[in-house]
């Protein structure tokens, strides 16, 4: 099956982009940030449009499900210091509440990783209904949110099929470089098989391009093929390379409280603005 033939497959059913509005706002809509090809901006775009929508007024819980946890360190949480993370509410039943940490951004909560869930795809193979852990843990707490942002591991694993199957939709960032497209057929195959055979109502939130310099051709051929791919799912606003957005993690901070007037927090607040459709 060719790249185009597994687009078509995903997209063409209009069905499986649209939500109950009112449902969606009263429960709380929960994204996976997704794309197995690894340094395309996920978990930077994981934690900053987190950060960004709580800045909207949004409530928000990031929850981190990358082994890496880079997504737990970037917001500033020091990972010695954490009782109960992800691990624990998959693995060990934890109530999601109690391994759910404050941000100093407000309005942005987390559920953190740590090591621990380094070995979960292991530990979860033998388990009953593995696919589902995590879905069943965010039941619990997603109303509290307006949002539940999840950053998936670089991986097609059973974190991140635990996380299409928790998921009302899921955003995609692939970077503005030569073969930004290579390996996007298997998740669009994944998503494709989550949507048949354990989460029908599952969407394509967006595509959102990142990584661009302006400086060379090759980035806007990149948009131009995506664009052509996936049309009105590209968002407008595209990431470019900014140097105070990637040393922003190195501080445990998202843009916005690390420079508010860098480029990189009016663009992620841009992207935060399209989601929420302002």
Same mark, same amino acid.
């Given at each position: 099956?060719?790249?185009?033939?597994?687009?078509?497959?995903?997209?063409?059913?209009?069905?499986?982009?649209?939500?109950?509005?009112?449902?969606?706002?009263?429960?709380?809509?929960?994204?996976?940030?997704?794309?197995?090809?690894?340094?395309?901006?996920?978990?930077?775009?994981?934690?900053?449009?987190?950060?960004?929508?709580?800045?909207?007024?949004?409530?928000?819980?990031?929850?981190?499900?990358?082994?890496?946890?880079?997504?737990?360190?970037?917001?500033?949480?020091?990972?010695?210091?954490?009782?109960?993370?992800?691990?624990?509410?998959?693995?060990?039943?934890?109530?999601?509440?109690?391994?759910?940490?404050?941000?100093?951004?407000?309005?942005?909560?987390?559920?953190?990783?740590?090591?621990?869930?380094?070995?979960?795809?292991?530990?979860?193979?033998?388990?009953?209904?593995?696919?589902?852990?995590?879905?069943?843990?965010?039941?619990?707490?997603?109303?509290?949110?307006?949002?539940?942002?999840?950053?998936?591991?670089?991986?097609?694993?059973?974190?991140?099929?635990?996380?299409?199957?928790?998921?009302?939709?899921? =955003?995609?960032?692939?970077?503005?470089?030569?073969?930004?497209?290579?390996?996007?057929?298997? =998740?669009?195959?994944?998503?494709?098989?989550?949507?048949?055979?354990?989460?029908?109502?599952?969407?394509?939130?967006?595509?959102?391009?990142?990584?661009?310099?302006?400086?060379?051709?090759?980035?806007?051929?990149?948009?131009?093929?995506?664009?052509?791919?996936?049309?009105?799912?590209?968002?407008?606003?595209?990431?470019?390379?900014?140097?105070?957005?990637?040393?922003?993690?190195?501080?445990?901070?998202?843009?916005?409280?690390?420079?508010?007037?860098?480029?990189?927090?009016?663009?992620?607040?841009?992207?935060?603005?399209?989601?929420?459709?302002?």
């Amino acid at each position: 099956m060719t790249l185009k033939d597994v687009l078509e497959s995903v997209m063409v059913k209009p069905q499986a982009f649209l939500h109950d509005k009112k449902e969606v706002e009263k429960l709380g809509k929960i994204i996976a940030v997704a794309n197995q090809k690894g340094g395309v901006g996920k978990t930077t775009t994981s934690v900053n449009l987190s950060a960004c929508l709580a800045a909207l007024g949004k409530k928000v819980l990031l929850v981190d499900i990358d082994p890496q946890g880079n997504a737990t360190s970037g917001i500033g949480v020091n990972k010695a210091d954490v009782k109960y993370c992800i691990y624990d509410v998959l693995i060990n039943d934890i109530n999601p509440v109690d391994a759910t940490l404050p941000t100093e951004i407000e309005g942005l909560m987390i559920i953190p990783a740590t090591i621990q869930l380094a070995g979960a795809e292991i530990e979860l193979v033998p388990t009953i209904s593995r696919e589902v852990r995590l879905k069943k843990a965010l039941e619990v707490v997603k109303d509290k949110y307006d949002y539940v942002i999840i950053d998936c591991p670089p991986s097609l694993g059973i974190l991140t099929v635990n996380s299409l199957t928790a998921s009302d939709s899921v =955003l995609i960032p692939i970077q503005c470089e030569y073969y930004a497209l290579e390996g996007l057929s298997q =998740l669009l195959n994944t998503i494709r098989l989550v949507q048949k055979h354990l989460n029908s109502q599952l969407a394509i939130e967006g595509v959102v391009l990142t990584m661009l310099d302006a400086r060379t051709n090759l980035g806007l051929q990149v948009i131009e093929e995506v664009k052509k791919y996936f049309q009105d799912k590209v968002y407008k606003t595209i990431i470019p390379r900014n140097v105070r957005l990637s040393e922003a993690p190195s501080h445990g901070q998202a843009i916005i409280t690390y420079d508010p007037r860098s480029r990189g927090a009016e663009v992620y607040t841009d992207l935060a603005k399209e989601v929420v459709g302002v």
